[in-house]
């Protein structure tokens, strides 16, 4: 006797049970699938609407003044002007000259480059080596142990008060800056790639995978790392913000990029002897680093309203 399929009409299988209906919306999608659609689309649609947007142009409006410099002004960074001591702004000085005769504003535009250089530099290295030990020390007990203490120790250490303990040992540049943001960078992103692994492991999805037979690395790149953009992509958007503080902070402590490289640190606290005479002087530093960190934060913010929708 033939038997026939069990069809929502009703009809019976060879076994004789009754036939259960299963309406197409209520077919659960694949967690990856959902994963995928959360992850692409609200990530980088929320670059594109409220603060997100507004982030966005901050940083990019101020990237592309640093990157168009040459064309903005006809001055050299550390090009010295006769007769321009302390100018205050005009047509040909926007935001005046300083105590050595070089216009403000030039300077301003290529420290801007020199920043922007150092963060885009630094914080992508400390998040790489920072996922990568958070996500291959989670499974082995000895190495998580050793892992979690030594991000504990950096921990310990305020950024600006391990750039002066790194500034002992190295001499103060853009490399000590450097340095300084990549180990303040590390022990974040470790932690949160770990929590990330610890939460995505238990799910049942993952267990059901491992029991087909999948192999670590393919649960660590099907679901573990997907899982875990959203998460990393907020920290560094923040990162960036914080390291823009950073450097600004260790320039102008005077531990920083060293002169005549111009920087937005450097140049506000070269500035900072005139504040009650020529205020302008520093005005521009200002407001550039007031600027990035806050554009960085909003695109952090942004991203992290995202992922609660």
């Known amino acids: 006797m033939s038997t026939s399929l069990t069809t929502s009409s009703g009809s019976t299988s060879a076994t004789g049970a009754s036939a259960v209906d299963i309406e197409p919306g209520l077919i659960p999608e694949s967690p990856t699938d959902k994963e995928r659609r959360r992850i692409r689309t609200p990530?980088?649609?929320?670059?594109?609407?409220?603060?997100?947007?507004?982030?966005?142009?901050?940083?990019?409006?101020?990237?592309?003044?640093?990157?168009?410099?040459?064309?903005?002004?006809?001055?050299?960074?550390?090009?010295?002007?006769?007769?321009?001591?302390?100018?205050?702004?005009?047509?040909?000085?926007?935001?005046?000259?300083?105590?050595?005769?070089?216009?403000?504003?030039?300077?301003?535009?290529?420290?801007?480059?020199?920043?922007?250089?150092?963060?885009?530099?630094?914080?992508?290295?400390?998040?790489?080596?920072?996922?990568?030990?958070?996500?291959?020390?989670?499974?082995?007990?000895?190495?998580?142990?050793?892992?979690?203490?030594?991000?504990?120790?950096?921990?310990?250490?305020?950024?600006?008060?391990?750039?002066?303990?790194?500034?002992?040992?190295?001499?103060?540049?853009?490399?000590t800056i450097g340095i300084v943001i990549v180990l303040a960078e590390i022990p974040i992103f470790g932690r949160l790639a770990r929590t990330s692994v610890l939460r995505v492991r238990e799910l049942p999805y993952v267990e059901a995978a491992r029991v087909s037979g999948a192999r670590n690395s393919y649960v660590l790149r099907r679901h573990v790392l997907p899982n875990s953009i959203e998460s990393l992509g907020v920290q560094f958007a923040l990162s960036l913000s914080l390291a823009v503080f950073v450097e600004g902070a260790l320039s102008f402590l005077g531990i920083g990029v060293t002169p005549p490289t111009p920087s937005l640190g450097g140049i506000l606290s070269s500035g900072n002897s005139y504040l009650e005479t020529n205020p302008w002087f520093s005005v521009a530093p200002l407001i550039v680093i007031t600027a990035l960190v806050l554009g960085f934060y909003l695109i952090s913010q942004s991203i992290s309203r995202s992922r609660r929708q």
């Open 43 to 175: 990530l980088w649609r929320s670059l594109l609407t409220g603060s997100g947007l507004v982030g966005s142009v901050l940083v990019l409006g101020i990237a592309a003044l640093a990157l168009l410099a040459p064309l903005l002004t006809s001055y050299g960074p550390d090009q010295q002007i006769d007769g321009a001591y302390l100018l205050p702004p005009g047509a040909d000085h926007w935001f005046g000259t300083d105590d050595l005769n070089r216009d403000v504003a030039t300077r301003v535009l290529y420290g801007i480059r020199v920043d922007l250089l150092i963060i885009f530099i630094a914080v992508p290295i400390g998040a790489l080596l920072g996922t990568a030990i958070g996500v291959l020390t989670v499974s082995h007990p000895i190495s998580d142990v050793i892992a979690q203490r030594t991000f504990d120790v950096i921990l310990a250490f305020p950024a600006l008060v391990l750039g002066i303990a790194l500034t002992a040992v190295l001499s103060p540049g853009a490399t």
